[in-house]
Structure formats: C-alpha cells, structure tokens
C-alpha cells in the first residue's frame, strides 16, 4: 500500500487538500480547472449537471425496448441492461461499496463489464476500468494507489490475484446473485463536478498512470466530440467498438454511447477481423471504431457475396496515427469516410468530423466545445498559427487531475487553469488545422498500445549479459510501430538473443505486448552533444536493417 494510504473503513477526508473531493478511503481528486471555469461550460450547455447514472436512467425510461447493447451473448434492451445495473448494484452494496468508493474492473467487452461500470455510478462510487490482458502487477498497483474498495476480475483470474487483492473485496462476474426483481439503489447525492471515471493510461511512465474524470467531462466535453461524428441526428447511433470499453479510447462506449446518447453498443470480446465484418452486417452499426492496425485488418479480408456494409455512416480510427495507405485502403473497402481522432486519456481532443476533404497531415480543426489546444514554446509562451511546438488543451472534457500522482499534475498541467501539456509536438496552420508534428515522450505505440521504453529499459537493466540498453520504435506498416532494443553485451558475457531477451521480461513479469520484437546489438552506444544516448541515431540504425526476427513466443503481429 502507498504511504498515504489509510484502511479502507476509515473516512480520512480530514487529510485532503481544501476543496479537493476526496474518497471515503482519503484519496483526494482536486479539481486543476478552476469551478467557476467548469460552470460557465455547464451554463453554456456544455456539460450537463446530472451524473451518469441519472442520464443512463432518463434512457431507460424514454426507450425501454430499444437495443442498448450486442455482445456475444446476445441483446440486450435499456431495460433488460437496467435490469442487470441493479443486480449488480445489489452485489456492490454486499460487497460493501459505499458513496465515494472506488471500484476497479478487469472484464473482458461484454454486458458484466458495462452493467458493473453504470452499478458504481448508481452506487455514487467512482469506477476504475483496467484493459484485461495487462500486467498482474499493473493491477496490484493500480489498485492500490486508487485505494479501491472492490475489483472485479474473471473468474480464471480470481485464484491467482484475491490474495494479492486484499483488502478489497474481490468478486467475479455471475456469482451470487439476488433472486427475483432487483430494487432501485439507494438515495444518492452525486456531484456532477466529481469523479466518476479512472482512464487508465501507459503513457511515458514506468508504470500505468490513472486520469480522473468528472461525470460532467464525460457527459459534456467526450460525448460532444462523438456526437459530432453524427451529422444525422434523427438516426439513433449503432456503435460498433472494436477497441476494449476499459480503454482511453473505449470510453466512448458505457458512459457516452448508453449513459448520454441512448444508443445502442455493439462489442466483440476479443478482436476479431472476420467476426467485426459479420457483425457489421447482423446488426447495421452507424460507426465502427478502431485503432488503425483493427482497421487494416479488416480492409484486409477479401470481400464476400452479399457482404454488406450499407449501414455505415463512417469509420472512425484513433490510439495511434493512422497510415495514409491504411486510410486509403479503408476509404476503398468500406466506401464511407474514415474519420482520424486525435486524442488521450490525458484530455486532448481533435477530430476530422467536420473536414470535407482530408487535409494530409492534419487531425483536424479543434473544437472549442470539446477542447481548445494551444501550442506553446518550452518557455511556455504560446505560439502564433504556424510555428512547432508542445500541444496543450483545454475544455469541457479536460480531466480533474492524476490520480495519486501530484508529481504528474506538476509536470503535465498547467498553472493558468489546467491546461494539459500532451507531451507531443504540433502546429496549428493558417486556418486552424492541428497537424501533429512527433511525440516527445518515448513511447512505442503498437498497435494502438502504449510501451514504456522507460519500463522495459529498466527491466532489461537488471540482466546480468546486458551492459546498456535503449529501446526505439522501429516503423512498421501493419502495427504502426515495434519496439526494437539496442543492448551493448556486458563485458565478457554472451552476447544476448532476442529468445533470451524476451525470456528474461517473461520471468520479471512483463507484459507480453510489451516485449521487443527486434533485437540491436552494438559495440558502444552513439552519444549526442550533451553526452546523453542518441535515441534518434540508435532509431535510425534500427530501422534501417534489424538483424533479428520475432523470436518463438513472442507477440504474434496484431495480438492485443
């Protein structure tokens, strides 16, 4: 447990900063934008003043019957999934999950995974999804800096991690529920202006950080930019998301799709190419959303008699940049717009909705509704239209702050209102187009998933064969990026392979999406002017010839 932590029984709201609303468990959550800034956007018809729940709820009873959600069980209605909302409020309330509790969710896409997230928001707690397929010891982590009371995990998974889990309570999906007609939850008083979500992120750091939002930033800034994406707004949305709902990415789905839009979600459990295409033509979604290498795979398939597409309005990709020959591809198979979202857990938003003709390079003119961006100097002076720098946003979908990580809040937010410093390199061109320019965090983005070069470099440190080492994405046409390491043998030591690389990260407990893919060997490492390791000369060599191949057990190209 963290230093600051308290028992989970023991309201330390005493211990928080002034204002900050704060966990029963003591976590605070301060808000970086000033309220009376949040206020103006709700006065404005920004952001709504009701939570999710409440929202979710006005559904249910404006359209019973209509389909709210598709997994591979079948179909649900806004009342049979309010339905299972309240089973699983039931579940929350013998687990002993309280108003101001977190709750964290390891579920595979499905109806457990979006009934238990709307649960903790009719339970007035605060809810933590975590993508299924990450790191036991991320989840540890995670769970324990956020403080969560509960956490729900596969029943495969439950033996290996209750232990480690305690004292949370540790429940898994289908097991002990009520009998008969479930009753509505409690009486609640929920803060429109208070956290409702966790967006889990890998971003630049060692290990995964946690971004708080507000039900309002959810329910005002990231439903206004996926509206936007629904130029007809008499056809209710049908929204097929290939990515995880736990992600960035996917928390369009829950909390936007069902709890603000009314719509219906359509969601596989596990990728699969084949499948979104038959899922596409059995239930008419309006959009499929995808990370790019999703995206490829499916334009990949060879089209089949009969095969129809005819209900969608648009393809919409994010998570990573997306390949001009991927667009191109897209636009040929599907015949329909492909729309590129620039966007993070962090609180940046910029989308191509509203551009006729797809400028190349360019992710779009900002919506100040959703978010402004800046671009600023290191200085941080802001910028004029056409000079590079650092992009930084702010608006109604700006998030509270980091979770547990003042740290973070200090590097990344600003201290004129919170804007949030995105870490990636832009330039807004005469008419307002934001074209991203590079990204100054080392990360290696994979498929749409984020690698910590930092966290694999510090694991590959621990190697005894290894003297030095730098990890560098290396370009690849179908995941976007691979991460390659360049390793300077230890003197005197076998010079390492690729197989034995990757079975030390196994051992240490890494991720398998996290492990390199090729393999660098070099004499001595290249140093910049300052002395420090030029990245961008190992990157180079890299890309230019990587002497290794994927070696057995590694990710398989397109595993997420």
Excluded at 41 to 65: E, N, Q, S
Excluded at 246 to 270: C, N
Excluded at 500 to 528: D, N
């Amino acid at each position: 447990m963290s230093p600051t932590a308290r028992p989970l029984h023991e309201d330390a709201s005493a211990a928080a900063p002034a204002g900050a609303w704060t966990s029963r468990a003591g976590l605070a959550f301060p808000d970086l934008v000033p309220r009376a800034r949040r206020a103006a956007w709700a006065r404005a018809g920004l952001c709504p003043d009701d939570d999710l729940y409440t929202l979710f709820v006005r559904r249910v009873r404006a359209h019973p019957d209509r389909d709210a959600l598709v997994d591979p069980v079948g179909v649900l209605d806004y009342a049979a999934l309010h339905d299972l909302v309240l089973r699983w409020t039931a579940r929350w309330a013998r687990a002993g999950v309280r108003p101001r509790d977190v709750v964290a969710l390891r579920l595979p896409n499905g109806r457990d995974a979006v009934a238990a997230e709307l649960a903790v928001y009719a339970c007035g707690g605060v809810a933590l999804p975590v993508p299924p397929g990450g790191d036991d010891r991320d989840l540890r982590r995670l769970v324990e800096r956020s403080r969560a009371r509960a956490v729900v995990l596969p029943a495969d998974e439950r033996a290996a991690l209750a232990a480690p889990l305690l004292p949370c309570a540790v429940l898994v999906p289908g097991a002990e529920d009520v009998p008969g007609t479930p009753s509505a939850p409690p009486q609640r008083c929920v803060d429109p202006y208070g956290p409702a979500r966790i967006l889990v992120s890998s971003g630049s750091e060692a290990e995964p950080t946690m971004v708080a939002y507000s039900h309002q930033a959810l329910a005002g800034g990231r439903a206004r930019y996926v509206r936007a994406l629904h130029p007809e707004t008499s056809v209710p949305p049908r929204h097929l998301v290939l990515v995880s709902l736990a992600s960035s990415f996917g928390s369009l789905g829950t909390p936007v799709t069902l709890a603000v839009l009314g719509g219906t979600l359509v969601v596989q459990e596990s990728f699969d190419p084949g499948d979104a295409l038959r899922l596409v033509a059995a239930h008419r979604p309006t959009h499929l959303f995808g990370v790019p290498t999703m995206l490829r795979r499916i334009a990949d398939l060879p089209r089949t008699a009969g095969e129809d597409l005819s209900s969608l309005r648009a393809v919409v990709s994010s998570g990573a940049a997306l390949p001009a020959s991927t667009a191109l591809l897209c636009r040929s198979r599907f015949g329909r717009p492909v729309i590129t979202v620039y966007g993070s857990s962090d609180g940046v938003n910029c989308h191509t909705a509203g551009e006729r003709v797809p400028v190349a390079g360019s992710t779009g003119t900002p919506d100040p509704e959703v978010a402004r961006i800046r671009i600023t100097a290191p200085d941080g002076r802001v910028l004029p239209r056409g000079r590079a720098g650092q992009i930084e946003a702010l608006g109604p979908m700006t998030p509270l702050c980091y979770v547990d990580a003042p740290e973070l809040d200090a590097r990344y937010r600003s201290p004129d209102g919170g804007w949030v410093r995105t870490g990636d390199l832009g330039r807004l061109d005469a008419l307002g187009r934001l074209h991203v320019l590079g990204r100054s965090k080392r990360i290696v983005v994979r498929g749409g998933r984020n690698i910590s070069t930092a966290e694999v470099e510090a694991e590959l440190g621990t190697c005894p064969t290894i003297a030095e080492v730098a990890c560098v994405p290396v370009p690849d046409a179908d995941l976007g990026e691979r991460l390659c390491a360049c390793v300077r043998p230890a003197p005197g030591a076998a010079a390492p392979t690729l197989d034995t690389v990757v079975a030390h990260l196994r051992a240490r407990g890494l991720a398998q999406h996290k492990h390199p893919e090729h393999l660098l060997l070099v004499e001595e490492m290249p140093l910049g002017p300052t002395g420090k390791v030029s990245y961008r000369a190992l990157a180079e060599r890299a890309a230019s010839g990587v002497p290794c191949g994927v070696p057995t057990g590694a990710p398989a190209p397109g595993r997420r």
